[in-house]
């Protein structure tokens, strides 16, 4: 049987496959640590559990508007008001099945056959293909290492044209844990507003900011940007949500609409019993977010200095998220490896430390290390790659 074209061309996630490779492993009884899912490690805070299950008890489990409950839209509301200064309109906003799924209804809402989406690499691996399978054009810049793999406004002034529709800001950066500061974003955002491109601004790790930095949301900036900007935002990291798959997006009324609409006729709502346990996060204190973070921002520094001490790594050290994103170049060719999947493949077969390759984000001399796992496991990680490292050394 013949598959679609829009199917065929779709590249498969390189996180999820390296983390079913170290799932595999370990139920063949390897002792593997697995450095490559993107989320918590922690559960889900209790309360946010019992307001989910009271939900159902109470006999919340049937439809809610294909766009989100009412009620949490106000709490999403509020949020925006509380954390940016932000007003929207609940018309204004949708609550979807997650993050990527605003993401991918945004684009299909957004985009007519061939329109183009600027991309900064390294990118998350899913932009490229939803901005194809909405028939979408993928245009990639190539930010600089020396640069804390930040875009700069010239090179996204150089990457536009007559098709270009949208431009794609991930602060703090999944893969890189680099975060946009109000002064970049605000040249960036000019950029758009000259030349009338919408602000796709992925907010998604906004919670996990370390060493005092300030997440700026580009909406921020002014009304006129806020016009310009869709927000792209959810539970899954700030509260250790991702199974739970609710997320949201917050932007112009038609386009919101536009991905209701479409909602209506795919998904339809998001899990109703999902909805109450993301309105109880948005209602309730955030002590447990906090910890969260905390915890994070400790296993960071410790990590971070671990890496560095290790002989063929260099590092851009992060700002927020989870995630170290080290280039190993000098280790691969010290090790005689054709390229960074050859390495990562070998380390995890070796030592069986699974790490993401830097391929599948537009960053071929990278590998990306999640610290959502324990510090200890982290720095047993760090061990084994040093080990390995030294081993294949020539």
């Not at 945004?106 to 056959?113: K, R």
């Not at 996204?156 to 893969?175: G, H, M, Q, V, Y």
């Not at 250790?240 to 609409?257: D, E, P, V």
């Not at 209602?283 to 063929?312: C, H, P, T, Y």
């Amino acid at each position: 049987m013949n598959i679609s074209k829009r199917v065929e061309q779709i590249t498969p996630s390189s996180t999820l496959a390296i983390t079913a490779k170290a799932k595999q492993l370990k139920q063949e009884g390897h002792d593997v640590i697995g450095l490559g899912a993107g989320e918590p490690d922690f559960n889900t805070p209790s309360y946010i559990i019992e307001a989910a299950y009271k939900s159902m008890l109470e006999g919340h489990t049937k439809y809610t508007p294909a766009g989100g409950m009412q009620s949490l839209k106000e709490a999403i509301q509020q949020k925006l008001q509380n954390d940016q200064q932000l007003s929207y309109s609940t018309d204004e906003l949708i609550v979807t099945a997650g993050a990527k799924h605003a993401l991918s209804l945004l684009f299909q809402a957004l985009l007519n056959e061939g329109d183009k989406v600027v991309i900064p690499a390294p990118y998350w691996v899913s932009y490229p293909e939803q901005v194809k399978v909405a028939g979408g054009v993928p245009v990639i810049v190539e930010s600089k290492e020396e640069n804390e793999f930040k875009v700069t406004p010239e090179q996204l002034e150089a990457s536009i044209d007559e098709r270009t529709k949208a431009f794609i800001l991930n602060s703090p950066s999944n893969p890189t844990g680099v975060v946009y500061s109000k002064e970049e974003i605000k040249a960036l955002a000019e950029i758009c507003l000259k030349h009338d491109i919408v602000i796709v601004s992925d907010e998604i790790y906004e919670k996990l900011m370390y060493q005092s930095t300030v997440h700026v949301s580009p909406a921020q900036l002014s009304e006129q940007v806020r016009n310009q900007t869709v927000i792209i935002n959810g539970v899954s990291k700030s509260h250790s949500m991702t199974g739970w798959r609710i997320g949201f997006a917050a932007g112009n009324q038609a386009l919101i609409k536009g991905m209701s609409n479409l909602a209506s006729h795919t998904t339809s709502n998001p899990a109703v019993m999902a909805q109450y346990g993301a309105l109880a996060a948005y209602q309730e204190n955030d002590d447990a977010v906090e910890e969260m973070r905390q915890s994070f921002e400790g296993r960071l520094e410790k990590s971070f200095e671990r890496l560095q001490q290790i002989d063929g790594v260099e590092c851009v050290k992060p700002q927020g998220a989870f995630y170290l994103f080290p280039n190993v170049r000098k280790a691969v060719e010290s090790g005689g490896f054709t390229d960074v999947d050859e390495w990562a493949k070998t380390l995890l077969e070796e030592e069986k430390v699974a790490v993401v390759p830097g391929s599948g984000f537009g960053a071929p001399d990278n590998v990306r290390l999640s610290y959502a796992t324990s510090l200890e496991q982290v720095e047993a990680a760090l061990d084994r790659i040093e080990r390995f490292i030294q081993k294949h050394k020539k």
